[in-house]
């Protein structure tokens, strides 16, 4: 691709916020252990319901981006939920949206059921005990750490208020037994009650059908769920093509023309960098260890790019891959990713895995096209002893070998689970030992020469 046409790409496609979002929520959909899709049916769902009730214009634009960011916060409390449960998070996450929060029999069972899943009796144990004494104050403290981070990432994007109060109060219920703040009835945003309904909906869609899913929601109807939403909602699942549109290959398509056409936002390259620097944050709070991770790598990326005369405009363009290129870890349990000894052969290739996630999610898109690859392609070596594809030096573009150099750099440097930092002369010394096979040896050497302007 010619480096005009990348620089003139935006413009020349009218990419659309929605189109963005809606290809990037699927790495929201992997953190919480969810069908891929899950966002964007849910916006379904939930702008039928909003266009049933009368919502005006600016009212369902602020629906539709409050569903779809629903779940920007999900990555930050999946260390700590981890920690209280000792096995992997995305699965306890997934399990529990099946589960009534109201009911304690079902929460029991809940915590008998996963607490230290695989681990032994005394451990499992430790672990039902302190979620069995502490579990609504350890509830509360999940939920707030994920709705205040969804709402400040909402923000960042450049959203209203009413998109970030949406995502705050998503896991409020209508009986005010909901968390964080146990907000009752009318006092919960309208688009948080539609937001809440319809992540239920398809999440029981998915595991059971539409039969299972009306049920669940009539059930919930005056508990979880304001009973004017759902009849909203009993009455547009009856149009015709509902239900199957959550199956259909078309489907972000439908979603983005449910987007009031008044409210539609085109972007350009500073609301990109925005984008790409705001979902590099949601990667990197996944993890205690990855904390960071993304924007060193982008500045070390960057950095390189122009000790090699690498064209402004490119240079931009190549710092969103570094800063997306780990998106693809949203969809690997802390369990691995947070592991403090070696990992087996499973455990191995769940880590590999995240490479072709990354590319996977950035190519949904056409302006992300070459950088998915370009990204995606980071752990690939010189030598063809990398993944995911197993490429040779010919194979691999310059530009993913600057975010290699860049991400090796700082896998050595930053604090890991299994030992602390490594000091910048002995990172630089071990990086040495690998040029030709893992490294680009330019690439080192442009590297070795911007360090003086890096800080550390």
Known sequence: MDISDVHHSIAAEQISLSAIIGSLSYALDLTEGLPAGHSLRSCWIGMHVGQ????????RSHLYYTILLKDAGCSSNAARLFELYGTDE????SDFKLVDSDSLMHLGRFVLAHAGAGK????????????AQNGDDLGTELVATRCERGASIAHQLGFDEEVAAGIRCLDEHWNGNGKPARIRGPLIPLNARIALLSQVADVFHSAGGSTLA?????????????????QAFQQVEKQAGFWEALTDSELQQKVSLLEP????????????????EAFAQVVDAKS??????????????????????IPEARQRWLRRGALLHDIGKLGVSNAVLDKPGKLDENEWEQVKSHAAYSEQILARLAVFSELSFVAGAHHERLDGKGYPRGLSAEQIPLETRIITVADIFDAITADRPYRGPIAVPDAIAMMEKERGTAIDGDCLDALKRSLPALSF
């Open 214 to 230: 009306l049920a669940e929601i009539s059930k919930r109807a005056g508990s979880w769920f304001d009973p004017d939403v759902v």
């Open 120 to 131: 032994s009796l005394h451990e499992r144990f430790t672990r039902i005990l302190n979620l």
């Open 90 to 93: 995305r699965r306890i996450k």
């Open 288 to 309: 205690p260890y990855t904390y960071g991770h993304s924007s060193r790598v982008a500045a070390y990326t960057l950095a390189v790019a122009k000790a090699m005369d």
């Open 261 to 276: 056409e008044s409210r539609v936002i085109r972007i350009d390259e500073d609301r990109l960098d925005t984008i790409a």
């Open 52 to 59: 049933h009730m009368g919502m005006r214009s600016l009212d």
